[in-house]
């Protein structure tokens, strides 16, 4: 019998869908591996050259975060890997594809895409601010715009072909619930997860005033 490869679980969605929070809630449950690409980038030396373009508020090249990505998948050894913050755009996509979609690969892909509608993604980050979380850029409703233009200009696009490549597991879940817990759980039962202990369950700052709402 041929042995189950172990799995890449790639995150997806726009801002307020709950990237993070989901991903640290199935680590909680499951002890997935968890890569969170922005926070690999924020925490390399400051002599590296990647720390020195992001120094210069300059977007990280592809050939300086491919290597990246690839180191931190191989840290993780044989086990199941969250994937958060890639890929971003259609040729990181394409990179994914080429480098684990294969026989040989030692991983399945799974694309998850969290959608929600872009009136909703507004209504949480306003959430972030008002609870003191999220970005410091949170509160300037221009740059938020710009981010959300350049979600559907960019990743959209990458999430299109994701679904569309042979060889990808891909799931789309509707997160535009107000119940955290309703969100999560059918995150989990597109990716086949069951028993879960809800005592384990954490809501994020977005979040925080729809607790009483479980």
Sequence with gaps: MEKAKNKIIVLMGGQGAGKGTHAKNLVAQKGFKYIEVGAILRSLPPESPTKQIMARGELVPDSELFPVISKAIEACGKSDIILDGFPRNIEQAK???????????PYDIHVLHLSLPEKVMIQRIANRVK????RADDADS???????DGFKKETLPAIEFLKKTNGIYFYAVDVSPEDFTTNFLSVCKA?????????????NVANLHLSNNR
């Design 95 to 105: 990179w994914l594809v080429k480098q684990y979609v294969s026989d040989k690969s």
């Design 131 to 134: 609870e003191g979380g999220g």
């Design 142 to 148: 221009a740059i938020v715009q710009k981010r959300l």
């Design 191 to 203: 990716l086949g997860i069951d028993n879960i202990d809800k005592n384990k369950l954490q809501v």
